[in-house]
DNA sequence: TGTACATCAGTGAACGCGCGTTCACTGATGTAC
DNA sequence: TGTACATCAGTGAACGCGCGTTCACTGATGTAC
């Protein structure tokens, strides 16, 4: 099993092997047990089994460090989302279709919260804007943020003549609103004692209510 | 000037005088400026300008102060949101001012959120819960909590006909979660650049929102 | 193919910081006689 | 009204902790000859 070496295999591991990648994912693993306060960059470097300075090849400082633990955690948002999109019916009456989709986004959305809320208040921890929300890194397989994949259903909405055009601008800010507060109530908020079954309940009439509001 | 002493007027000062209050508005002041984590026991011993231990008299610890301050936090959101009550006309059809109430807690609620977001993000910082959320040290003026005072005015829409009483039960948390995610997207998330026209009109949307969806 | 060398990823030790919390204390206060 | 005393709010010093960050270093690696 040992690698004997011959014929460099692009091992991709000089010293540690690929120590950026792996201080990320350990910053990754802490945000998922503790959210943004937990990115600790000496516990990372404890983690990866190594010198804490060491980081500083990689990293500039520790907000370095949580702003790319941010970016993952946003990216795994849209993996989330697009996963809830990729189980849809693709057949049937447009309206119908578009509607559904836009439900798999709010869905995808509530569905990551609940299961990841670490990771989910990472993503949305401060120093971020709407400008850096585009950037590619924070993307999902389809290469869309989850921002950018709520503005295309609501796109398809409209398309679809469910949503007149003139409702259309902002809406993003709208339909974002509803389905972020109910899952920051949920998993950091008063809500937070709710069970699994009535949270997906508030979370399909809240969904109910955005659509028939927009 | 100088208070003569004699017959003990209830100076409600013996040592420092109220160091319990005293830290407590030092505590709520560290909050508005920076948030729950700002809330450091010694930084408000400080200025108060006693020791560190002094605290301890009256707290049993950190978390103690920070419960505190959040439960002030939470009541000075209250008190935001009577005061845009307090300025609706009595007079009118009774079912525009049930309409009317239910949008003035929202917009109470989102202005608190804008001019106070320290406050707000303490108000919900963690460790909190409904059932907490009824006590009524977080309670304004008229004795009730953020909470029930948008559940009383779901209530008014109900008595006023506008809202058909089979929707009534969790509609708080509809109308809640709204409203709460708009204005943490505001405070500390990606929406957190618009200016205050424009964040002014997409909260003025998103309870149209809400009115119709729910 | 074999040797000398430069690179630079990771080491090791140390820094200063501010935090929450403890404990024996002291001295102004209100109270009992 | 005057004195002795008990209370307990605030003091002062110290603790251990873990953090982010710095700096001169070392030694395995890939490369040039």
Redo the contacts between chains.
């Keep these: 099993m040992t690698d004997t070496g011959i014929s460099p295999p692009k091992r991709a591991t000089y010293r540690h092997g690929d120590l950026r990648r792996a201080l990320l994912e350990a910053g990754t693993e802490l945000a998922r047990d503790g959210g943004p306060?937990a990115v600790v960059l000496r516990e990372a470097t404890r983690r990866v089994g190594v010198v804490p300075s060491a980081a500083y090849r990689h990293f500039a400082d520790r907000d370095a460090l949580l702003g790319a633990v941010c970016s993952a955690a946003q990216s795994a948002l849209a993996v989330a989302m697009e996963a809830e999109l990729a189980g849809l019916a693709r057949e049937g009456d447009p309206a119908d279709a578009a509607r559904a989709r836009l439900r798999a986004v709010g869905t995808g959305y509530l569905r990551f919260a609940q299961a990841e809320p670490g990771l989910f208040q990472t993503a949305?921890s401060?120093s971020?804007?709407?400008?850096s929300?585009a950037s590619p890194i924070r993307a999902g397989d389809s290469g869309l943020t989850p921002?950018q994949l709520l503005a295309a259903a609501l796109d398809e909405l409209v398309e679809a003549d469910v949503l007149p055009r003139e409702r259309r601008p902002?809406a993003e800010?709208?339909a974002?609103?509803?389905?972020?507060?109910?899952?920051?109530?949920l998993i950091?908020?008063?809500?937070?004692?709710l069970d699994h079954a009535r949270a997906q309940?508030?979370g399909r009439?809240?969904i109910?209510?955005?659509?028939?509001?927009?």
């Excluded at 974002?176 to 109530?185: I, K, N």
């Excluded at 950091?188 to 004692?193: N, V």
């Design positions: 306060d949305f401060a971020d804007n709407l400008r929300a921002f902002g800010f709208l974002w609103s509803a389905v972020h507060g109910l899952a920051m109530l950091d908020g008063p809500l937070r004692g309940d508030a009439r809240l109910d209510m955005v659509e028939r509001g927009l």
